[in-house]
């Protein structure tokens, strides 16, 4: 009922299906800011397949990663988040927001009724 | 499959709300997510007939859905079929949802319990199957914080 952009959609759930990407973007959310290596830590994977989430994150635009010296730290970027958020929950806006108009209409109704005598 | 359950308190009789859910005249008034006007609402409410509505939404989109009336018992139970015929999702076009709405009378007035069952987008499939919506909600904070 709004206009999303579908194939963004696409890249970003395809990148919260995996477990790995989501736990890593949960701690990016309470952390604001973490470099690659603390990231790994928490894994039982090695870093390169740490890095091959991080490439898929980056892609879908859910992080940025900045390098200093040897050190890349990596930071969560909400955007297509919030957007995918707003697209699962267009329905329950659009029903909820229907339904407050509703009740406000029906209200409007039963006190004419009323005054009127029915 | 994912379902909606939606429950609203309306300080009028039920069947003041049953007549406002079901008729033209109500639909008008109340279908759609803003301010935007109902362009059309017609209804034909009995086991068999038919709505139709057509909505415009402030940012200029025209939406409109169709349904059936699968069960009316006034003022008590509404379940119809939803469909999207133009605007809506342009991966739900064609799908057939259900909206099953009951009232029940409390002192205030009607306790209204709205369900939309069968949203079977892919996408609402998968959400619901792979967790997604669970992953979502954890890092809503963070992303409503960031707004």
């Known amino acids: 009922m709004v206009k999303y952009r579908p194939a963004e959609l696409d890249r970003t759930f395809a990148a919260l299906v995996d477990q790995t990407r989501r736990a890593i973007l949960a701690r990016l959310a309470r952390e604001d800011r973490v470099t690659v290596s603390a990231l790994a830590t928490p894994f039982a994977i090695k870093l390169p397949a740490v890095m091959k989430h991080l490439d898929v994150l980056e892609d879908a635009g859910l992080i940025t990663r ?20 707003d697209w699962l929950r ?26 009127s005598g029915r | ?21 079901t008729s033209a005249e109500g639909m008008s008034q109340w279908l759609g997510p803003d301010a935007g006007p109902v362009l059309f609402a017609e209804s034909d409410a009995r ?3 038919s709505f139709r509505v057509r909505f415009r939404m402030l940012d200029g989109t025209e ?3 169709t349904g059936e009336y699968l069960e009316l018992v006034a003022p008590k139970r509404v379940v119809m079929s939803w469909q999207w015929t133009a605007g809506g999702d342009p991966d739900e076009r064609g799908e057939i949802s259900r909206v099953v709405i009951e009232l029940a009378p409390i002192e205030a007035g009607t306790e209204l319990t709205f369900t939309h069952e069968r949203l079977q987008t892919e996408a609402a499939r998968s959400s619901h199957e792979r967790g997604w919506i669970g992953a979502l909600d954890k890092l809503e904070r963070y992303v409503s914080a960031a707004t």
């Open chain 1, 90 to 115: 267009r329905y329950e806006r659009f029903w909820s927001r229907s339904l407050d108009r509703l009740a406000e209409y029906a209200e409007r109704e039963d006190a004419a009724a009323r005054r």
């Open chain 1, 66 to 85: 900045s390098k200093e010296g040897r050190t890349v730290t990596v930071r969560l970027r909400p955007d297509p988040m919030r957007d995918a958020l």
């Open chain 2, 1 to 21: 499959m994912t379902s909606l359950t939606l429950v609203r308190r309306i300080r009028a009789r039920p069947a003041v709300v049953f007549q406002a859910l």
């Open chain 2, 63 to 65: 939406h409109e859905s």
């Open chain 2, 47 to 49: 086991v068999g007939g």
